[in-house]
């Protein structure tokens, strides 16, 4: 594509050469210091200006990163040009009436220079110099024959006024001819709402910039101003508020200026006929039925008309047979399952993603999170979510057997286990990196945050010491993250980066900042096909960009560019959403981690045993280092220090660090109501196990031992799930107990369901995440939520981290 777009800029380039010539005379030599990005938006400007028929506003898009430094300075002067150019054009040479005290510019001795009116009579009209040198002492003369242009009377005699008057006469001379006039009133005038810097060019021209407090400048010979800039819209509104000002058009640079003023910029401005039309410049367009032409800057277009070279990553394909041939027997078992059953299984490919990805070996950690996920997704194939799921599908077939069912799932759940061997036992993904470790000097890795710690315990093990990582996203003030990289002075040409996987845009386009290297790697024809997604995405984006109708409005060259997208076998696995929001913020959640929960039973060799669920925070203690992971990923075995909460009235106090609104009471009175509900229906029916009956039904039921359990008087449970509250309440209206809470206040419970989780989920992770950090960095590194806490309740907390070596760790149910 990169090469199409060069030509293409070539070819618009020549044909914008061809038309300033033909229709304006305007030489190219005018264009001299103009990169191609500034050649074309003085053209846009000056084609939609000088469009004199009723039209659309214009909006000129740029993308999020498009922002050049030259693009005020570009804009500003390609401005002046063109208005300068319009007023001539509307220019009627006419000899002023002249009275006395009046200031002209006209020719004395061979030079331009600022005269006065000394006396106006019907036989003669005498002149002086308004402000001569310092021994310059010259007699009235007279002004007949001369050639002189009317300038302000208010023009004071600062240290600046004759050079910005002799600045804008050379300008002129410069950009123009000998004859173009010294014009000091304009017809046609522009209203600029714009950041500061805008204005900071050529303080001798028709510019003038009113600041908050309306000062203005009185050393410019002009009666009104060409363009008048103001940095807010509510400085512009001097303009817009008075009778006597008109303008062509009022344009905004920078989505802040007008995203938020836009329907007041249209009613004030151009409703009201203060001006006729408004171009925007900014990445976002307004949300408003208003009508536009558009000019959409592609990325790579702007880049390249800067005269820089667009940097993407190189793909690098690995050669996976093993992995290849099992996933193709993965697909093979879900189309015999299709083919025995008319049920089509094919979703659960993408949870095969996450041995893409994956770079950690020869550990008993890494067999931890090899095992973490077989484990959940164990426990996903077995949970009511998928279960639920996967009976409906089964049921529009008339396949009711249970049995049935679960043979299917076991016989895909074994392709997974196989998968997981492969890959742990030959990571040809490691296995490059560290070949490229031995060669290359300025060598980056990116790893997701939260293996940032196995993966540099990983590297000493195996003595690899030139590889630098850098993690996804920020984990404290030490370690090093993309985006803070991106912008440090380690980003160079001589650098180059690593990234094992790659399926995110919000990560595809952070890339596009690297300066150096960057390699994607990729298994040949596996995840390979999920980077070319993304990559293609982007292009398609180009391409409609570069393809918008309305370009042809301003140039008549079109863009042509044809993506081929290959066909194969394991297409399925890649089906993503790459437009959904939420796979573009967090791309690994949507795709391969079953959302469901797994819950682990640790026991521990002094005996006690506690419950975990598998996301929960802990160090691994190895060789006397610490290594941040979860339970979820520790093994039979290790050593890990952790929170176990063994102060509840501590937890408490945490709590309503996070309760800003004192509502913890009412969740407490909220959290009994419900179980009250249930304990008064199971009375009326009999027991707990025939309400259970006649509250649920095929289309949603939850597991009869976690509904036993909201009967226990110990039960943690504080809000169940959404469907099953809205299953109780429906079920209390039709048996007439509408006087319950449940049924009087059910969105109540359902806000303070969410913020009650809300509030014990900051709890937990302060927990489980910021107080191991804190006490691991030996009390120095604390985290804002851990400032909240006083010393006293923080010191008794940390008292509860413990340090236990696991001797089992048994799955269990989630209750």
């Known amino acids: 594509m990169i090469k199409q777009i ?12 061809s038309y300033l010539i033909n229709e304006f005379e305007i030489s190219e030599d005018n264009f001299s210091d103009y990169s191609t990005f500034d050649f074309i938006n003085f053209h846009l400007i000056n084609k939609y200006i000088f469009d004199d028929k009723q039209k659309p506003d214009l909006f000129i898009n740029l993308p999020k990163d498009g922002y050049r430094n030259n693009l005020f300075s570009s804009i500003f002067h390609s401005l002046i040009f063109i208005k300068l150019f319009q ?18 510019y006209c020719k004395f001795q061979n030079k331009k220079r600022v ?49 910005n008057i002799d600045d804008y006469a050379q ?70 508020f008075d009778s006597d000002q008109y303008f062509d058009e009022i344009i905004i640079i920078g989505d802040s200026k007008y995203l938020q003023n836009f329907d007041s910029i249209l009613h004030e401005a151009k409703y009201q006929g203060k001006v006729k039309n408004i171009i925007l410049i900014g990445t976002e367009k307004p949300n408003t039925p208003n009508e536009f032409i558009e000019w959409l800057w592609s990325n790579f277009e702007v880049k390249i008309s800067n005269n820089e070279t667009p940097n993407l990553p190189e793909k690098v394909c690995l050669i996976n047979d093993a992995l290849h041939s099992k996933l193709i027997e993965l697909k093979e078992e879900i189309g015999k399952i299709k083919t025995e059953s008319e049920v089509s299984l094919h979703f659960m490919l993408k949870y095969t993603n996450f041995y893409f990805r994956i770079i950690l070996v020869n550990s008993n950690i890494s067999k931890g999170i090899f095992q973490e996920y077989i484990d959940r997704l ?29 043979e299917y799932i076991a016989r895909v759940f074994a392709k997974f286990t196989e998968l997981s061997q492969i890959i742990e036992s030959d990571n040809l993904k490691w296995e490059y990196i560290k070949q490229q470790a031995s060669i290359e000097r300025n060598l980056f890795l990116l790893t997701e945050k939260k293996n940032y710690d196995v993966i540099s315990n990983q590297l000493k093990r195996e003595k690899i010491f030139n590889l630098k990582l850098i993690s996804d996203k920020r984990i404290d003030n030490e370690k090093e993250y993309l985006d803070k990289w991106l912008n440090s002075s380690k980003n160079t040409k001589n650098t180059k980066i690593i990234i094992p996987y790659l399926n995110s845009i919000e990560l595809f386009n952070k890339t596009k900042s690297i300066q150096g290297a960057c390699e994607v790697l990729c298994y040949e024809n596996i995840d390979e096909i999920s980077y070319e997604n993304v ?24 863009f042509h560019f044809v993506n081929e997208i290959r066909k194969r076998e394991l297409d399925d696995i890649f089906k993503f959403d790459l437009e959904n929001e939420k796979f573009q913020n967090n791309p690994y959640d949507s795709i391969d981690l079953p959302k469901e929960k797994v819950v682990y039973q640790i026991n521990f060799d002094d005996d006690s045993y506690d419950r975990f669920d598998s996301t929960k ?77 006649k509250l649920f039904n095929e289309k949603y039921k939850i597991n009869y031992n976690t509904f036993r359990l909201y009967f226990d008087d110990n039960s943690q449970t504080r809000f169940p799930r959404i469907k099953t509250l809205e299953v109780i309440k429906g079920f209390c209206e039709k048996n007439n107990l509408t006087d319950e809470l449940i049924v009087k206040e059910f969105e109540r419970f359902i806000l303070y369901s969410k913020k009650d989780h809300s509030i014990r989920q900051q709890a937990g992770k302060i927990l489980g995440n910021d107080l191991l950090d804190y006490v691991a960095s030996s009390k120095t590194e604390i985290s804002d939520s851990l400032k909240k806490i006083s010393d006293g309740i923080l010191d008794k907390l940390t008292e509860t981290i413990h340090e236990k070596t696991v001797v089992k760790k048994t799955i269990i149910e989630d209750e």
Not at 87 to 102: C, H, I, M, Q
Not at 380 to 405: A, G, H, P, R
Not at 546 to 556: E, M, P
């Open 6 to 17: 060069e030509n293409y800029l070539y070819l618009i380039s020549e044909e914008i050469n």
């Open 87 to 104: 007023n001539y054009f509307n220019y009627e040479k006419k000899t002023p009436n002249l009275n006395k005290g009046d200031l002209i």
């Open 115 to 163: 005269c006065e009116i000394k006396s106006v009579s019907q036989v003669n009209t005498k002149i002086n110099l308004k402000f001569p040198g310092k021994n310059e002492y010259i007699k009235n003369f007279n002004l007949k024959g001369r050639n002189y242009t009317k300038i302000n009377p208010n023009l004071s005699n600062g240290r600046n006024t004759g050079r």
């Open 171 to 240: 300008f002129l001379l410069e950009n123009f001819d000998t004859n173009f006039p010294f014009i000091t009133d304009f017809k046609n005038r522009t209203l600029v709402i714009a950041d500061k810097k805008f204005f900071n060019e050529g303080r001798h021209l028709p510019i003038r910039y009113t600041n908050r407090n309306g000062n203005v400048r009185n050393d410019l010979p002009f009666f009104n101003y060409l363009v008048e800039c103001c940095n807010t819209f509510n400085t512009a509104q001097k303009y817009l």
């Open 378 to 406: 164990d426990s996903f194939f077995k949970s009511e979510k998928f279960e639920n799921e996967l009976n409906t599908l089964f049921y529009d077939k008339n396949i009711y057997s249970s049995e049935l069912i679960e």
């Open 535 to 558: 990559a293609n995405n982007y292009h398609k984006e180009e391409n409609h960009r570069l393809n918008h109708q309305d370009r042809l409005k301003f140039v008549r060259t079109d």
């Open 617 to 693: 925070g802990v160090f691994l203690v190895e060789n006397k280092e610490l290594i941040k992971t979860s339970i979820g990923e520790i093994y039979d075995g290790a050593v890990i220090r952790f929170y176990q909460n063994t102060s509840p009235k501590e937890f408490k106090r945490i709590l309503k660090i996070f309760d800003t609104d004192n509502l913890l009471k009412t969740f407490d009175l909220y959290s009994e109501s419900w179980k009250s509900t249930l304990k008064k229906l199971s009375l009326k029916f009999g027991s707990c196990e025939e309400l259970y009956k």
